[in-house]
Structures are given as C-alpha cells and as structure tokens.
C-alpha cells in the first residue's frame, strides 16, 4: 500500500503503536481505514468472500479475513449526521444531491429523463405554526438587522413578564429561539407538531390534486389522466425546535418523468394550487391526558417557481439541489435537542440544554420517548415521491459497482472466467465496535486532508460548476428566499 505523504500525515506515535499490533498487517489496517473515508464509527468483520459460477455454481475462489492481515475488514458507520460522522454525512450528503438534482434536470445516467427538465416544478417551504413569542432575529429588505419584538410599552403576559425585546439579535445569539416566556409556550402542542408532521405532509400530498383539479376546473379523475405529482423533501429544525420542510415539487405526465403534463400545468397553477392546500389541510390528533389539538401548516408559507433552463447555467436547480443536500445531514441539534437517543427519563435533566429544549424534550417524552432525543419529530429527514428520481440505493449500488471493478481479485478472477458471470457471495459477522485510539489517530488525518480545499472532489469545491458523472452540472449563485422572519423563526 502507498499513502501519498502529501494529503496525509500521520502520527509517528500512531503508526508505532499499529505496528506494534498488527506487525506487517499495519499498513492494510492503516488501507482499511483510508476506505472508509476516516469514518468515525466503524464496524469491524470477520468472513469470508466466496466466488462462484453463475452456469455451473462451481466455487472460483475464496477470500478469508482469516488467511489475510489483519484478520478483519472494516465497514463505514454509513451515519447520516454530521454531528456524528463527518465523513459518512458528507457521502449521503453527495447522494442527496445527486438524487435531487436528478429530478431536477434529469439524467439518463441515472435512470430519470431529461424530460423533467421542462416540467413545472416549484420550490415550497412550509412552516410550523406559532406556539408562542420567541426571540428572533428580524432582517429588512436590505440585509440589516431589526429589533426583535418592538410591541408596546404595556404588552406584558398572564405572567407578568414583558412581551417585547429591543435588541437586534446576532446571528449567533444564543437567547434565538428561546421562548420570552415559558409558562405561556405550548410545549406539548410544539411536541405533538412535530410528532405528527410526517401525517400532515401525506394530507398535503393528498389533497394537492384536488386543489390543482379545482384551478384547472377537472375532476380529479379526469386530472391524474393528465397530470402526476412528485416531489422530494427535507425536513429542517427552527432555532425554536419546531420542523418545517422545504420541498421541490413537480409535475409530470400520466406515465411519469417521461411524458409533460397536459390540462395546462403551470408552476405558477403549481404554486397556487399548493399554497390553497396548505392552507385548508389539517390533521386532528389527541395528546397526552385527551388534549384533542388540530395540527396545521404556520402561515408563512413560501412558493417559488424554479426556472424551465435550470440545466443550462442560468436556472437554479443546482442551488436548490445544494441547498436540500446541506440540510438532509442535519439533525435537531440545530433546534437544541440530541444527537442520540435517550434510555433513560434522567438524561434529560443531566444534558447541557437550553431550558427551552428541555422542556420541549420532556414533552416530547411523554408522547412518544424513543424520539425524545428529536425533540419528537419521528419521520425521515429526506424523503421523495417514488418517480421522483433515483433512490439511494440505486446510487449506493453504482458505487458498490465500481469499488468491486477496482478491486484486483475479483478483476483476477474474471479474466479467468471468460463467457461466465461470477457471482460472489459474502459470509461476515460482526467481530467488534468503533477503532483503537491508534487507528482513531489515523482515521482523524485522512478526515483532516479531506477537510482540505485542494483534496476536496473537484464537484464540491466552491466553484461556478460542479462536475457530476454525465459531466458538468451549472451551478447557480442563487439561494432559496426563506419565509419573512416575523413570528416563526
């Protein structure tokens, strides 16, 4: 093995210490780990592959961690968090994208037609409503920064305690997000909302049909012969802790990606028909001790159509693609809550939290405590319609295609086999958790090269262009308009 000693430096301790364990096993350990990017949290694996004769299921060979130094192989954590694996979120971070803007643009590559390129789609981003006064951080057209919450001199709460702020918060402002008064918040509704947003997204899905049959004057029948919805979400925690989701929504054909709408399908009918939706869906579900509550979408709800052009430089789907792909990593740290679960009711009160998320995770315990650390948001940060694009799988599987191509025992094994498809069959068990502090050490330096510009993939460097597979894909400078910060931030 050659590691290049310009990207990658490591510890003379490290590598010691490796030495020590592994004798001349060291450098596979030190190759195991290069391959899974530095990944965090490894899994280690004892097995074998076998490889066998499509036609005859004659065994062609066999490959033992056994026979092999050092005795085992390693297996990225594959977690999507980048608040607990760098390297793994930044890999599901690039499949995001690339799923996304597939839909977007389309790709022949990957299966979805560049039809779609042409079709109406809109960007959506819908909020959760106002469970009570927060600080936020208000910014005026031109970029600066407003008083919080000016009110009147004699606005105070049942409780005495003022309902107005002066200060322009920063951007880093810890006191964002926190409620003004929390005795006045609804923590249990905060909690129900974001337990039941997955049921008041499908309602969404369901009824926009209806909606865009209305403005097209259509039965809904006679509409899915004409038109067929998909989209693709994510979900992004508020300072507050509530979720709201941004969304690209498409429409196409009665056959898929393949054919245009017909019935005049437009983004702006697109934007208007989901906008009326939003507003009229609601899902009623009973909490804790009976409370009956009527879950909503917030007011502020934002439609924005996405250029037709959008592959060609001047549109914005690489941006919006970005821009979904930045959020599908992330977690409800972003709202103060966990990055783990919680086991166990006193965790909540040994955690170093805000008291505002403190007291939403408590709430969210009593509804549902698996998802307490979530601060009880219990649905998939990235989700899509089932023709909307390429799946992760696909895109894993391409992957797993092409680490097998350069991998020169089964490149040696079908050489030999001529005219015969081999088939390999893996038999490993789990062998042991995580890395050693040495390995940890190494894994820790190809983390610190990649974080480095010039070692970056050329197709995530900040540049006009980002280089996909089928080539240049345009990226535009453009960054989705979030809502009017107002109430909900």
Known sequence: ???????????????????????????????????????????????????????????????????????????ACGNRRTSRCPPCSERYRRDAYFLIAAGLSGSEEKGVSTEVASHPLIFATFTAPSFGAVHRRVVDAGGGSRRCRPGGASETCEHGIPMRCLERHAVDDPRIGQALCPACYDYQAAALWNANLGALWRRTITYLPRELAALGGLSVSALRSQVRVAYAKVAEFQARGS????????????????????????????????????????????????????????????????????????????????YLAKYATKDAQLGGGLDRRIRVEGVIERSELTEHARALIRSAWTISPRWAHNLGFRGHFLTKARRYSVTFAALRGVRAQYRAQADPWLTEIRAKAIGDQVVIRRNFRYAGPGLSPAERAVAASFRASEMVAGNRPAAWRNTRTLVGPAGPIARSPWVPRAPRQGSAP
């Open 1 to 75: 093995m050659v590691v290049d000693a310009s990207r990658t430096t490591f510890e003379p301790a490290a590598l010691a210490v490796l030495s020590r364990l592994y004798g001349a096993g060291a450098p596979a350990v030190v190759e195991l780990i290069r391959r899974t990017g530095g990944c965090t949290s490894p899994i280690r694996l004892a097995g074998e592959s076998v490889a066998v004769s499509a036609r005859s299921g004659a065994v062609l060979a066999r490959r033992s961690t056994r026979s092999e130094a050092p005795g085992f192989v390693l297996a």
């Open 243 to 322: 979720v709201h989701i941004h969304a690209v929504i498409r429409l196409d054909g009665p056959d898929g990606p393949e054919t245009a709408p017909a019935g005049g399908a437009t983004a702006q009918r697109l934007a208007e028909a989901v906008a009326r939706t939003a507003a009229r869906v609601a899902v009623t579900v009973v909490g804790p001790g009976g409370r009956e509550l009527m879950i909503r979408w917030g007011s502020q709800i934002d439609t924005r159509p996405i250029t037709a052009n959008r592959d060609a430089g001047d549109g914005q789907g690489a941006g919006v693609a970005g």
